[in-house]
């Protein structure tokens, strides 16, 4: 049964997705959903766990063997990534579509389960796939139900985020698209171990390196690196909040994670850092992310906005783990990966549990919150510290696998900007939490109450993680390592 | 201002009557292409396009109401849904039978490919139909919906 | 048995929040838990001493959160020097605190009796941390948790103090504390504490100050200048706030990183032998100086001990720098001493705060007559911060001179000593001398009451003053006699007390401090 | 020569591509917008197309020949790209299907589909 695990992980929320037009009714659709969720989330674990025990799982579609046919292969990378995927996709699906925030009426909700399970079927599927022009179809899955999830939203903002959304990810997907078949005209397979393999004789050419300039591109406006972040900070602002948590803990996560295989798989460190010095590229942009982000998001006056902003500085660690080329500098990357999409979920919950309360995103609005809202104000806070990297939390997992690559490679300088991008998180965090801790409440809080039960406890596992993945670090440093070290082919 | 409008149309006698003789052969083509995709050139999104196209030019020519009296939105809905759920099913049941996802030889050594194929291929025409109809219906209906909402 | 004791200690703060939540409707139980929770604290602690004293070293390790850097706890009896002040203190300020916060009629008192027993539990994580990791956990918990509590106000001054103690206080442990803890688990391969250090061999040349110079200076809460700003800022908090954590818990987390880091993780001989400490000592011995000649020239109370606090502080980091022995020892015995002695200083200000609404020593004329016993109070525990007998204070300061004797280029420090004290007169004794011999200024009730109220907005320091009946004078010994609020009396009294007790007992705390520097326990 | 003459094919897809990369970033219209994408789109199913084709080959079907040896000599073009195109050209209709819904819906919302209008509109219009 396990041998087949990597083709049920994708298929399950595939066939889910159409079962969900069938069955048409809003609340068995949810319950529909959340259950499929959870029992790709059970594969997922099932699998790493596999994986960490026995190594990789390969899985020859149609019977058909690798190179010729479509190969799945899971490797602890995969594993840990798909597990990411469902895991946020199962705290976020009983969430709901939160009645209030959807644009679209009731007896038509199942089609926002529907897109939501494309999308997951989407972002696994890059995940397990060991497929080039796979990825590519898996990166239009997704994209193309995310463009649908965002112009969800409520307000005609979301549709115009939606619509630039749709052409910077168009553009990106053929970028991948025209990078994949310039690789295929070289090698001749689309099987990203064996391309990597028959690349090696002409890594020279200047194919290969228009090859791997359209795939960094095509990926970085995918993953959001600065400064081809421009439509994200509207789609998440825009988006339902819930699925501004979604796709933030996930999308750009797997995006991240496609540009690493691209890095490490197919064209090998020794070509990108060696020959093509990729980090003097990726490194400034990355810093400039951490700074600019971080600096962006102080001056946001929607929360959603703000969290967006730093998004996009948390995405410069990943990248800035990334071009350290260094199993710590990855290890922190990856753990971060996982890290940022708890809190960042999280938070997003958070905002979806005010905002359903004040019908409002201004951060002014929300003075005195701690009052009113207590227990969300506190999730808001744990998540914030977290984003800052307060010790006990994720965030401080992440920062300290980073900081540890830069020393280890005796680049205190590095550290130092790592550490210091960090502090501009207090500036955005504390902010919000000046106001909702120490500002009179204003009328609107005042004649508000707390989110029901059922908005609270997503958040608070979601947030609770953050504290236990904070201080327990076997699920996520040790694999997360071993994920880098496979990358790196090391393992 | 979208969609056709069936009062003009209706006084063009030529171009109802051509289609009402093409249609019946539009689709009968589609379905020529669908079964032949594994020995020539053709398949299910070709056929399924070709298949949509004829009940374009129907609800073109007849109005959207015609069309939707004799293919319903929620049947397209159904079978958008539908094909997906042969292809991945015919999928799950080489997996239960033993085989890979999709691997057709499970099913019957000699012939298994084919019918396999003839399956999938069914499914993604289906679906090819109902999505190509259900676009055509999202944007020809976009008025009568917009009023719907207003309401 | 130890190990048990120690967890009962790390556990009790933090387990009485939830039931002091579920008691947030009933404020006189939920108050009596964190009193039951305070001493059966202070209970468990001081139950750890005669095993600590005689040579034992409880360990207890929660689980690896990186390799080789588990979240664990190791009792040492610098550690637990700390974990005495910390936990014996709360029993006292808790007390206090009620007085002062329902007199004040405060609003949010759960959150606040929250905050410190969290801040409680950080500090007595940091007292018993085994290794720098946990240290710094702890470091950052007790930062976050006193913030809610420095704001508590939640006026534009709190607001404006809460960024500055936030923004010092993370800036430095961020990005240089964090810094200096990464960077020598890059150069060691472990964080752990351990007799003799764990750098030795591994750093030479300039490094070794650098490296110093991190944790010293990320060690914000020791106030060292230039990053200092954050203390008197916070003195807007509430003064039973400004009490125990900014004469205990939160400044005194500081210095004894810096001590701990000194002693365990560098070694006394390292730094001995490469002068590593030389620029650092040269920096406390400045703050010592100069916040001594500021705190000279204030008038607001509160202020003026809180840069006496500041100097105070920096005794501690220039004994740790010295690098001797004895230093060390003294510098170790001065957390108590200056404990002790500064929290009855605070709670002294506050209490004519909020009985007769002077918050300036230009106020304070012929108010010892009429209190006494809260000025007899006062004058000990000054006596013991200046370093005269009968105050603890005179022993610890003793050792920290001595140690400064041990080579030539230290001598300039004894006279930084002696000098800081005699400035320490120049600051606390015009206190007493005004309370207790200057006359009493004619004009007083309404039209004082206002100055006060007025004066304050320029020293960030508002407090609400509402003339409650239960806080008018109660010791009506004679017609001029009239104390402050018993539950603020008995504290101050206690403490001061505490003063001479620790005076008393000063040979037998050198005696147990000894073995951190490598003596015979 | 034969080189530069071979690659000509190349040569147009890097224009289109241009054109429609051009279109993208130049026009205000979005439903200009759409029709760049689609042209850049195309341009790069041109180049899988033109992958595939080998010189003077036909359409990869084996002849059936009855169990005897399949003929070697005949010349086939990789079916491969084609067929990949085929999913391409599938997304690229999703994509201006989606992409035209969302037109018609802002149209709907702000009465136009200028680009520079709707940023005009909105920064009036606050949230």
Redesign the interface.
């Given at each position: 049964m396990n041998a087949h695990l990597p083709a049920i992980q994708v298929v399950l929320p595939l066939l889910a997705a159409p079962v969900c037009v069938l069955l048409q009714n809003r609340k068995v659709v949810g319950v529909w959903a959340t259950l499929v969720a959870w029992a790709s989330f059970a594969i997922a674990i099932t699998m790493l766990v596999h994986t960490m025990e026995h190594g990789t799982i390969s899985y020859a579609l149609g019977g058909w063997e690798s190179p010729l046919g479509i190969e799945l292969r899971v490797d602890v990378a995969n594993a840990f990534l798909a597990t990411i995927v469902t895991g946020i996709a199962s705290m976020v699906l009983p969430y709901g579509p939160g009645s209030a925030t959807l644009a679209i009426p009731e007896d038509k909700q199942y089609l926002f389960y529907t897109a939501f399970l494309l999308c997951m079927t989407g972002l696994l599927g890059m995940s397990v796939t060991g497929d080039a022009f796979n990825v590519f179809v898996f990166v239009e899955i997704t994209s193309l139900s995310s463009y649908t999830l965002i112009a969800l939203g409520k307000g005609r903002r979301a549709l115009t985020a939606a619509f630039s959304y749709l052409v910077m990810g168009t553009i990106g997907g053929t970028f991948i698209l025209l990078a994949i078949g310039l690789c295929y005209q070289m090698t001749g397979t689309l099987n990203m171990a064996d391309m990597a393999l028959r690349l090696q004789p002409v890594m020279g050419t200047r194919t290969v390196l228009v090859a791997f300039g359209f795939f960094v591109v095509g990926a970085s406006i995918k993953l959001a690196v600065f400064p081809l972040h421009q439509w994200m900070p509207n789609a998440y602002t825009h988006a339902p909040s819930v699925v501004s948590a979604f796709l933030s803990a996930t999308a750009t996560k797997v995006s991240y994670f496609v540009l690493v295989r691209v890095v490490f798989t197919i064209f090998g460190a020794a070509y990108v850092f060696g020959t093509v010095h990729f980090e003097w590229l990726l490194m400034p942009l990355s810093i400039a992310a951490m700074f600019v982000g971080s600096i962006a998001a102080m001056y946001q006056t929607h929360i959603k906005r703000l969290l967006a902003y730093s998004s996009m500085a948390q995405i410069g660690y990943m990248t800035l783990g990334l071009s350290m080329n260094s199993v710590e500098g990855l290890t922190g990357g990856l753990v971060h990966l996982f890290n940022h999409g708890l809190m960042k979920g999280g938070l997003f919950l958070v905002v979806a549990n005010i905002t359903f309360r004040l019908n409002s995103s201004k951060i002014e609005d929300m003075a005195g919150l701690a009052r009113k809202m207590p227990w969300t104000s506190l999730a808001f806070a744990i998540g914030g510290?977290s984003l800052?990297?307060?010790?006990?939390t994720a965030g401080f997992?992440s920062k300290?696998y980073l900081?540890?690559g830069a020393?280890?490679k005796g680049q205190?300088w590095l550290?130092?900007l790592i550490?210091?991008s960090?502090?501009l998180a207090?500036g955005y965090v504390?902010k919000v939490i000046?106001v909702m801790?120490?500002k009179?409440p204003t009328d609107r809080v005042e004649n508000t109450k707390p989110a029901p039960l059922s908005m609270i406890w997503p958040v608070w596992v979601m947030i609770g993680s953050t504290v236990v993945f904070g201080?327990?670090?076997t699920w996520t440093?040790t694999v997360a390592e071993v994920a880098a070290e496979t990358l790196m082919g090391l393992r | 201002m979208s969609g056709p409008n069936p009062m003009r149309m209706r006084e063009m006698v030529v171009v109802r009557e051509i289609s009402r003789l093409l249609i019946p052969f539009i689709l009968l083509f589609a379905l020529y292409v669908q079964f032949h995709g594994d020995f020539g050139p053709g398949g299910g999104f070709q056929a399924g396009v070709i298949f949509a196209a004829g009940l374009v030019l129907y609800g073109l020519v007849y109005g959207l109401d015609a069309l939707q009296r004799a293919v319903p939105p929620r049947l397209i809905e159904v079978l958008a849904a539908g094909g997906v759920l042969i292809y991945g099913g015919v999928g799950v049941a080489s997996m239960v039978m033993g085989g890979q996802f999709l691997e057709y030889k499970i099913f019957d050594p000699h012939h298994g490919e084919h019918y396999g194929l003839l399956l999938i291929e069914a499914g993604v025409g289906i679906t090819v139909t109902a999505a190509m109809t259900a676009i055509f219906y999202a944007f020809a209906g976009r008025d009568r919906a917009r009023d719907e909402e207003a309401r | 048995m130890t190990a048990t004791l120690m967890m009962a200690a790390f556990f009790i703060p933090i387990g009485v929040v939830p039931l002091m939540w579920a008691a947030r409707k009933v404020p006189d139980l939920r108050d009596g838990l964190m009193v039951v929770a305070g001493l059966l604290t202070f209970a468990c602690v001081v139950g750890m001493v005669p095993a600590v004293a005689a040579g034992a070293r409880p360990e207890v390790v929660f689980?690896h959160?990186?390799d080789g850097v588990p979240?664990a706890f190791k009792l040492e009896p610098l550690g637990l020097v700390y974990a005495l002040v910390a936990s014996g203190l709360w029993v006292p300020t808790s007390l206090y605190a009620f007085g002062y916060m329902r007199g004040h009629g405060e609003t949010n008192q759960t959150r606040f009796f929250i905050c410190f027993a969290l801040a409680i539990f950080a500090a007595l994580g940091i007292a018993m941390s085994a290794n720098l990791?946990t240290l710094?956990?702890f470091y950052?918990?007790l930062t976050?948790s006193t913030y809610?509590l420095v704001?508590h106000a939640?006026n534009e001054d709190?607001?404006r103090a809460?960024?500055i103690y936030?923004?010092i206080l993370?800036?430095t442990s961020?990005?240089m504390l964090?810094?200096a803890v990464?960077?020598t688990?890059?150069i060691a391969g472990t964080l752990d504490f351990t007799v003799g250090g764990i750098l030795a061999g591994k750093v030479d040349g300039p490094v070794i100050p650098i490296l110093l110079g991190l944790f010293a200076f990320g060690a914000g809460k020791a106030a060292l200048m230039p990053f200092h700003r954050w203390l008197p800022n916070a003195m807007v908090a509430p003064t039973p706030v400004s009490a125990l954590l900014h004469a205990v818990a939160v400044v005194k987390a500081g210095v004894f990183t810096i001590l701990k880091v000194v002693i365990y993780i560098f070694g006394l001989d390292l730094l001995y032998t490469t002068g590593g400490s030389d620029i650092l000592k040269w920096v406390a011995a400045g703050t010592i100086l100069i916040s001594s000649i500021v705190a000279l020239r204030l008038d607001n109370f509160k202020a003026r001990l809180a840069y006496s606090t500041i100097s105070q502080l920096a005794y501690i980091v220039l004994g740790a720098m010295l690098v001797t022995p004895d230093a060390v020892v003294g510098a170790s015995m001065h957390i108590a001493m200056h404990a002790m002695g500064k929290i009855t200083l605070f709670f002294v200000a506050g209490a004519c705060l909020v009985s007769v609404h002077k918050s300036k020593v230009s106020e304070l004329n012929g108010l010892g007559r009429k209190m006494p016993v809260m000025f007899g109070a006062f004058t000990v525990a000054a006596f013991s911060i200046i370093g005269l007998p009968p105050g603890g204070g005179s022993w610890s300061k003793w050792f920290m001179a001595l140690g400064s004797t041990t080579q030539p280029s230290d001598y300039p420090f004894v006279f930084v000593y002696m000098l800081s004290s005699l400035l320490a007169i120049g600051y606390l004794m015009p206190i007493v001398a005004r309370a207790f011999f200057l006359p009493e200024k004619v004009d007083h009730g309404h039209d004082a009451h206002h100055d006060a109220h007025h004066d304050e907005g320029h020293h960030a320091e508002v407090e609400p003053s509402i003339e409650d009946p239960s806080l008018v004078p109660i010791l009506p010994i004679g017609e001029s006699i009239r104390e402050t609020h018993l539950l603020m009396l008995g504290p101050i009294v206690l403490t001061a007390a505490g003063c001479v007790a620790l005076f008393l007992l000063a040979p037998q705390l050198e005696a147990f401090l000894r073995p951190i520097v490598g003596g015979a326990p | 020569m034969n080189a530069v003459a071979g690659l000509w094919v190349y040569a147009v897809v890097i224009v289109l591509m241009m054109i429609g990369l051009y279109t993208v970033i130049s026009r205000d219209n979005l439903v200009k917008k759409i029709m760049g994408l689609n042209i850049f789109q195309v341009s790069v199913i041109m180049f899988y197309v033109a992958l595939g084709k080998v010189d003077g080959g036909t359409a990869p079907i084996f002849k059936a020949t009855h169990g005897e040896h399949l003929d070697t000599e005949v010349v086939f073009s990789n079916p491969l790209p084609h067929v990949l195109m085929l999913t391409a050209i599938v997304v690229g209709i999703a994509t201006t299907a989606l992409g035209l819904a969302l037109v018609v819906r802002i149209q709907e919302a702000y009465g136009t589909v200028e680009e520079d209008e709707l940023v005009r509109i909105d920064q009036e219009g606050g949230a």
């Open positions: 510290l800052i990297g307060v010790p006990g997992i300290w900081v540890q020393l280890v205190v550290a130092l550490l210091m960090s502090l207090v504390w000046e801790l120490l009179p201080l327990w670090t440093g | - | 689980f959160v990186f979240l990791f710094f956990t950052e918990v976050f809610p704001t939640g709190a607001k809460g960024r936030l923004g993370v800036t961020v990005t964090l810094l990464m960077w688990f890059v | -």
